[in-house]
Nanobody, 115 residues
Framework: QAQMVESGGGLVQAGGSLRLSCRTS???????????HNWYRQAPGNERELVAT???????SYADSVKDRFTVSRDTARKTLFLQMNNLKPEDTAVYYC??????WGQGIQVTVAS
């Protein structure tokens, strides 16, 4: 079954940027490109929330809280999903998870934004 590994998280000052990556393995390229990709996040004490979605045709959608600051993209040849996060705010602090086809999950990666 598919395996997904996130990277790129860490500690950043408010107003800064981070780029999360999610490398997928054990999946054929056509399945990767034909699937819907999602980024979720979960802050302490909160439910997991959907942050960004990328559908097979390339259209994207975002939670209102991150719109115009976050950008989801993918590199099909590398089977890697990205989340570019700009103008980060303390309320963006959470564990971020990549998701493939609403079925496969990464292990999660911590993003901490200091005020």
């Amino acid at each position: 079954q598919a395996q997904m590994v996130e990277s790129g998280g860490g500690l950043v000052q408010a107003g800064g940027s981070l780029r999360l990556s999610c490398r997928t393995s054990r999946i054929i390229t056509s399945t990767f490109s034909g699937s819907t990709h999602n980024w979720y996040r979960q802050a302490p004490g909160n439910e997991r929330e959907l942050v960004a979605t990328l559908i097979p045709g390339g259209a994207t959608s975002y939670a209102d809280s991150v719109k115009d600051r976050f950008t989801v993209s993918r590199d099909t040849a590398r089977k890697t999903l990205f989340l570019q996060m700009n103008n980060l705010k303390p309320e963006d602090t959470a564990v971020y998870y990549c998701n493939l086809a609403s079925h496969y999950w990464g292990q999660g990666i911590q993003v901490t934004v200091a005020s």
